[in-house]
């Protein structure tokens, strides 16, 4: 409801009506219902009102802005989109593709450069031969209409393939703008502009949908290489403001404002499918991880390789998966940077962590006030397990309204197991006071962890939990059906995609030794996990044992009436009234941060 300020002056009301259409109602200072107005379909650069003089009030639309003056030449409707004859992205022969317009009288204009059409484009007069890959845009033109929608559509010839496929188009000038990145001496990173583009999703050959968003160049040091990471945006300017199609096996969020196309990450010289696998083995535990989709992209029908659907880790997702309000979401980057919202709340909690001692569970308890501490657990046993050493790229959010507490996020995950070593080590520095070290010299402080760690009964908790997800969510049984999986998904796809991106993963057969190489670290990673469990915490044999009972108790309490046990792991760690041992076990002295493996930059997600 926008309420008028004043009776006798003109006014601008800002209202926030979808491109499908509205209706809007106008009332008077008494709540009388004095007029009704339906504004049919929009666009960017297209409105709707009252024709000037008009005696029956229908509805009419206006190309031109016109703000303090009468509306300007009134236009009817719209004119009908063009109409393609072959829908299908896969060709295996040269054909005519013949176009239409159901509009009587339109023309229909195209190009094949992939920019918008307008009145000045080629004018369509018949069947358009297509023998190679290629892009084709319409729209349809009438005098006294609106111009009609784009109409985009991708050819590809050759091998179809096994998994979704996106197009993206666009012209060619702003593509040199768009696709750009560069990284200071200081590891600085400056992307290119933010341009429209057409965005086609297909399957199995058959366009699913096809939407206007923006893109640009998405990732931080990985910005640089040659296949590069994009951000696909959708906003009322592009012709919507969400997407509207569940792209994701198993997600129940269906609506995205934003998304990522990955290209691996620090992970695309390797196996490239690190961020993927851990994303699939880690859904259903109490973090915050995105869905991923691989996908094949084609750039204005030129093959662009394997890249990884995501949905984007920032405000958007924030809402969708937690129902809360996106403006109340604060995101904090690393050590203090706000991405979303204000910084003030969580630079005052890095310093109670840092002051006060929390081995009081009164004083505890105000902490799990402020922090999901469950979902902490969770985050370090996932980071910790697979060894993710790229310890720099941290965020975190909450909302400021207390929907939603304090919760790390769990992303950039295209470091882990790097070097295939199964006895990677990171655990020990979630819990050092010092921080650990980056490669540009600078520190990702641990306060919120070194002050969990203090709590027994967190500790406990924590324990607890790690011990359930190394035996039964981790465990080689369930990670290597996950793996193998995805494994077979990309190894289908990489002859191509090394081929055509052969400074980054030469060859296939390169390829299937770096995935192989990771499959053993997965296969062996176990037994080093329990290990540097046991050595951190300083847990006897008996301690375990008496840790993997009530372990093993939570899982027995997951099999179904038929006997089948289910890999999912409970979503918070066993509450603090379960038994524990006799003394909850203190975390050893801590190392130097200095002795982690590092990556050489981060790789920040936007």
Not at 535 to 542: C, E, V
Request: charged share 20%; with cysteine.
């Amino acid at each position: 409801v926008k309420k008028a300020q004043s009776l006798t002056t003109r006014q601008t009301i800002e209202l926030n009506i979808p491109a499908s259409g509205g209706t809007l109602l106008l009332f008077d200072g008494e709540g009388a219902l004095k007029d009704v107005f339906v504004t049919g379909v929009t666009a960017p650069g297209v409105t709707s009102g009252r024709a000037r003089m008009s005696q029956s009030g229908e509805r009419v639309f206006f190309s031109e802005p016109t703000p303090g003056r009468a509306n300007g030449t009134a236009l009817a409707s719209w004119t009908a989109a063009p109409t393609f004859s072959c829908g299908l992205l896969y060709c295996d022969k040269p054909f005519g593709l013949e176009l239409s317009c159901a509009t009587q009288g339109a023309v229909i204009r195209y190009t094949l450069d992939g920019s918008l059409p307008t009145e000045l484009s080629a004018e369509y007069s018949g069947p358009l031969t297509i023998s190679s890959p290629c892009v084709v845009r319409a729209r349809a033109f009438l005098s006294g209409l609106v111009p009609s929608e784009c109409v985009t559509h991708t050819y590809v010839f050759g091998e179809e393939h096994s998994v979704p496929v996106v197009c993206l188009t666009v012209p060619k000038s702003d593509f040199a703008k768009m696709y750009t990145a560069e990284i200071s001496s200081t590891g600085k990173v400056t992307h290119g502009e933010e341009v429209a583009c057409g965005m086609e999703y297909y399957i199995e050959g058959r366009q699913a949908f096809a939407a206007g968003a923006g893109v640009r160049v998405s990732g931080a040091s990985t910005s640089v290489y040659p296949q590069k990471s994009l951000g696909l945006y959708f906003r009322a300017g592009y012709g919507r403001s969400s997407l509207d199609f569940p792209l994701f096996e198993g997600c129940p969020v269906t609506g995205f404002r934003s998304l990522v196309l990955r290209n691996g990450g620090q992970d695309a010289f390797y196996a490239r499918m690190r961020d993927s696998f851990m994303s699939r083995i880690c859904q259903g535990l109490d973090i915050d991880v995105s869905f991923v989709q691989p996908v094949v992209v084609y750039i204005n029908g030129e093959y662009w390789g394997i890249y990884d659907l995501k949905e984007n880790m920032n405000e958007d997702y924030v809402a969708s998966h937690h129902g809360v309000d996106r403006d109340t979401v604060e995101i904090i980057k690393r050590n203090s940077v706000a991405l979303a919202g204000g910084n003030e709340d969580w630079m005052e909690l890095r310093s109670l962590c840092r002051t006060v001692s929390f081995a009081s569970d009164g004083d505890f308890a105000a902490l799990a006030q402020r922090v999901d501490v469950c979902s902490v657990i969770d985050y370090i046993a996932a980071r910790s397990y697979f060894y993710d050493a790229d310890m720099f790229n941290q965020k975190y959010w909450r909302t400021n309204d207390g929907a939603l507490k304090w919760r790390a996020v769990f992303y950039d995950l295209d470091y882990a197991m790097m070097g295939c070593s199964p006895g990677g080590n990171v655990l020990r520095l979630y819990f050092d006071p010092n921080g650990v070290k980056s490669a540009h010299g600078s520190t990702t402080n641990m306060d919120l962890y070194c002050a969990l760690v203090q709590n027994a009964q967190w500790r406990d908790a924590f324990i607890l939990r790690y011990v359930y997800l190394i035996e039964y969510v981790f465990c080689p049984e369930n990670a290597l059906p996950v793996f193998d999986e995805l494994a077979a998904v990309y190894d289908e796809e990489m002859p191509r995609h090394s081929q055509r991106w052969r400074g980054m993963i030469p060859s296939h057969e390169a390829w299937r030794q770096q995935t192989e190489a990771l499959r053993l670290c997965i296969a062996n990673r176990q037994s080093y996990a329990l290990a540097q469990l046991k050595s951190l915490f300083r847990l006897s044999d008996a301690q375990y044992g008496e840790y993997l009972s009530r372990a093993e108790a939570i899982y027995r309490g997951e099999q179904d009436p038929g006997g089948k046990s289910t890999p999912a792991a409970p979503l918070t760690p066993a509450p603090a009234a379960t038994p524990a041992p006799a003394a909850t076990p203190e975390p050893t002295d801590l190392p130097e941060p200095t002795a982690a493996p590092a990556p050489t930059l981060g790789n920040e997600q936007e």
